[in-house]
């Protein structure tokens, strides 16, 4: 006669209260992974947010900048024009054209040299003056 192989089976309470067991590990498992998502996506959040103000900072602060390096430019310009050799304290009528990069560049016809240069009164109509005055890579001191 043959042997009918033997099965180690639980009792069918047993499975029942293992599965239940097991699937309160799992859900507890899952509700810790929610919960470290939720710190993550709320430092995420936060660190967006604090890199929205560090931009605006930082645009703030190049804006502040830029001005002060006109007022700067502007201030050594008429310092210039107080030299010995430079313009004299008397207005003339003229400008003094200083082009802030190196090599300077055209504008209104003329070339800036980075170096300041006066020109006479009418070198320039009043709607280049106005240019030359808009541009922020000029500084243009009224002599």
């Not at 470290?36 to 900048?65: F, M, P, W, Y």
């Amino acid at each position: 006669m043959a042997k009918t192989p033997t099965t180690d089976t639980k009792p069918a309470g047993d499975t029942a209260e293992q599965l239940s067991a097991d699937l309160k590990k799992v859900q507890g498992e899952l509700d810790k992974a929610n919960a470290d998502l939720a710190v993550r996506d709320a430092t995420i959040k936060d660190l967006e947010g604090k890199l929205e103000a560090a931009k605006s900072e930082i645009s703030e602060k190049t804006t502040d900048l830029e001005k002060a390096n006109d007022e700067r430019a502007k201030a050594e310009a008429e310092l210039q024009a107080l030299q010995p050799g430079g313009t004299p304290a008397v207005k003339t009528g003229g400008l003094r054209i200083t082009a802030k990069p190196k090599g300077g560049f055209r504008r209104a016809g003329v070339h800036h040299p980075s170096g300041p240069v006066n020109h006479e009164p009418g070198t320039f109509d009043d709607k280049q003056i106005a240019q030359l005055r808009d541009d922020p890579n000029l500084v243009v001191v009224d002599i």
